[in-house]
């Protein structure tokens, strides 16, 4: 399992000090949200990468109809990014598209469809797509996988369903972890480091734990060594 920091903080300055700070011999990958990539773009991207050779995951959902999903991800293999996020809810055709399109790049980074956002909880689910959540997470997933999709992004209660039904070699990368109990804010379907094990999560994704802290290291260490 590979912890994967949101560098989610509101100046650039600020996330680049947390990883040339980051003392650790261990991989660690680190996500550039939307927030970041809106604001200090492909700049921010070369860097990272002059600080340490971080793994990168680029996180911006794209959903789209096929031809912007695939001419999108044609510019993101340019970027020198280790992984990528889509919506699975874009289709089949759209994450086919994206297959195809990434089949003629070099090492092309890893994709991974965002099933249901661990922000939804049943009622505000349903609200929304008039099923039942977890069904629908399998569903998104078995569409994802069988469109040739690396992976999805679910939270640790869907996790290991999808491992156990799918398949094992399936990756799974878990947002909402709280690594030991911390604050909530608005994500839903939250989990500590012991569910993320026990969910065979392939990746975590944490943030707020980290940067809210009063000492980032600190809970950094804490987590690896959990890990
Ligand atoms: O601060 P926190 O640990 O809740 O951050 C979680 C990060 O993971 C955020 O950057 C959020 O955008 C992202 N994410 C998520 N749920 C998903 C996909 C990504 O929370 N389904």
């Known amino acids: 399992m590979k912890l994967c920091i949101a ?11 947390l990883l040339s700070n980051l003392k650790t011999s261990q991989e660690i990958w680190v996500k550039v949200g939307l927030r970041s990539f809106i604001r200090d773009g492909k700049e921010f991207l070369e860097q990272i990468k002059t600080i340490n050779p971080f793994k990168i995951f680029l996180d911006l959902k794209l959903y789209d109809i096929p031809n912007t999903m695939g001419d999108s991800i044609d510019e ?10 889509i919506h699975a809810s874009s289709g089949r055709e759209a994450m086919c598209e994206v297959t195809k399109r ?5 090492n092309p980074p890893l994709v991974m469809a965002v099933t249901v956002l661990t922000s939804f909880q049943q009622e505000s689910f349903f609200e929304i ?3 039942n959540l ?8 078995k569409m994802a996988y069988e469109s040739g999709i690396n ?5 640790c209660l869907e996790s290991r369903v999808i491992k156990e039904k799918i398949n094992s070699h399936f990756l799974t990368l878990t947002p909402a972890i709280r690594p030991f109990g911390e604050d909530n804010g608005d994500q839903k379907r939250t ?6 094990k026990a969910a065979m999560s392939d990746f975590i994704v ?8 009063s000492n980032p290291q600190e809970v950094i260490d804490k987590i690896l060594q959990a890990l």
């Open 7 to 17: 560098l989610d903080m509101p100046n650039k300055k600020d996330n680049l000090t």
């Open 76 to 85: 993101i293999a340019k970027l020198g990014v280790d992984m990528i996020t």
């Open 102 to 106: 990434l089949q003629k790049v070099q």
């Open 129 to 131: 797509y008039h099923s």
């Open 134 to 141: 977890e069904t629908q997470v399998l569903e998104f997933a």
């Open 151 to 155: 992976g999805v992004v679910c939270s």
């Open 191 to 196: 989990a500590t480091l012991q569910d993320a």
């Open 206 to 213: 944490v943030g707020r734990p980290i940067y809210k802290a």
